[in-house]
């Protein structure tokens, strides 16, 4: 039975938490909204009243890649300014601890990591709380039609077409090294993906409204392999039902208060 009586809900899933051996952590952009990234869908969505499903498509870079490099360096220029905030933290902490955690994420943000070097400290080891980043990374760059792939962070000029990012290799157009509607997962991202979300005894979801798949059916792989779903959410999602414990409310604060003495 979904849970959403604040303390009480918080304290099952605390209890659930504290009793799992293995935790994946699915997140989704709803984790960043309280560092300032906007989220996608909803009015704060929209940029120049464009849906993310009309830009972030390999049809709309062919038709107008002016138009997507101006969308995604607008982004990039306010993710560029945002820190993790206490939720990413938590969750840094929490796989940093003695449990075995894999943090999943669709954000193409970089937060969580920069969330786990913080968390390690200097000379800590953040390995064990940096994500799977199953939709790329808005900071690297790569070819659209040779293997040149690099980090990338510096403004993008996009007043013109003919001054848009070219490979040094072959001269074509650059591109965000992000997963566009209708293009597949990196085969071996995603498989690691499944296999942890089956093998986990928790998925705990914040973030998401699971509507994009496949990243959307991973807590469904840890309800078939035997495990429990926990989701943070202030709305309603199609995972709410399927939860055993959905919390209402912002991420930044409930994560911490769920992680509290687990590390
Ligand atoms: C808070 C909060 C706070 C707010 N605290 N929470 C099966 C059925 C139907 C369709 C498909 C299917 N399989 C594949 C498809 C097609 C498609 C798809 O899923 N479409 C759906 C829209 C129906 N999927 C694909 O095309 C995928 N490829 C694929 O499957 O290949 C094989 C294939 C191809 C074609 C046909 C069939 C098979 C690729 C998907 C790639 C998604 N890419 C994007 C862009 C990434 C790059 C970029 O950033 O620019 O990924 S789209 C966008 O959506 C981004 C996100 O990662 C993703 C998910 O969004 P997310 O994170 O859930 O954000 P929001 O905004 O939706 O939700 C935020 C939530 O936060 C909300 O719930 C808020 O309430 C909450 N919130 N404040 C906590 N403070
Ligand atoms: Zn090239």
């Not at 989220?39 to 972030?56: C, P």
């Not at 790569?142 to 980090?151: D, E, F, H, K």
């Not at 409204?209 to 199609?238: D, F, K, Y």
Request: charged share 20%; proline share 8%; hydrophobic share 40%.
């Amino acid at each position: 039975m979904p849970e959403s009586g604040a303390n009480q809900g918080l304290e099952e899933a605390r209890a659930l938490l504290a009793a799992a051996e293995r935790i994946c952590v699915l997140t989704g952009a709803g984790v960043s909204a309280e560092s300032g990234v906007p989220t996608f869908r909803g009015e704060e969505g929209l940029w120049k009243s464009y849906r993310a499903e009309e830009l972030a498509t390999p049809r709309a870079f062919r038709r107008d890649p002016r138009t997507v490099w101006e969308w995604y360096d607008w982004r990039r220029g306010r993710i560029r300014d945002c820190a993790p905030n206490p939720g990413h933290l938590a969750l840094a902490r929490l796989a940093l601890g003695p449990k075995t955690v894999r943090i999943v994420t669709q954000n193409v943000d970089g937060l969580h990591e920069v969330a786990a070097r913080e968390a390690a400290g200097d000379g800590g080891d953040p390995s064990p709380a940096l994500p799977l980043e199953v939709h790329g990374s808005i900071f690297r760059v790569r070819c659209t039609a040779c293997t040149y792939r690099i980090p990338h962070r510096d403004p993008i000029q996009t007043k013109d077409e003919a001054i848009l990012p070219k490979c040094p290799v072959c001269m074509a157009l650059l591109r965000p090294d992000v997963v566009w509607f209708g293009e597949t997962l990196d085969p071996g991202v995603l498989s690691e993906a499944f296999q942890v979300a089956g093998a986990t005894t928790l998925c705990l979801v914040a973030g998401t409204s699971a509507l994009v798949q496949p990243a959307a059916s991973l807590p469904l792989a840890t309800l078939e392999g035997g495990g429990s779903v926990v989701e943070i959410n202030p709305t309603e999602t199609p995972l709410t039902t399927l939860a055993e414990v959905s919390l209402r409310g912002a991420s930044g604060e409930i994560l911490p208060l769920l992680v509290e003495g687990l590390v």
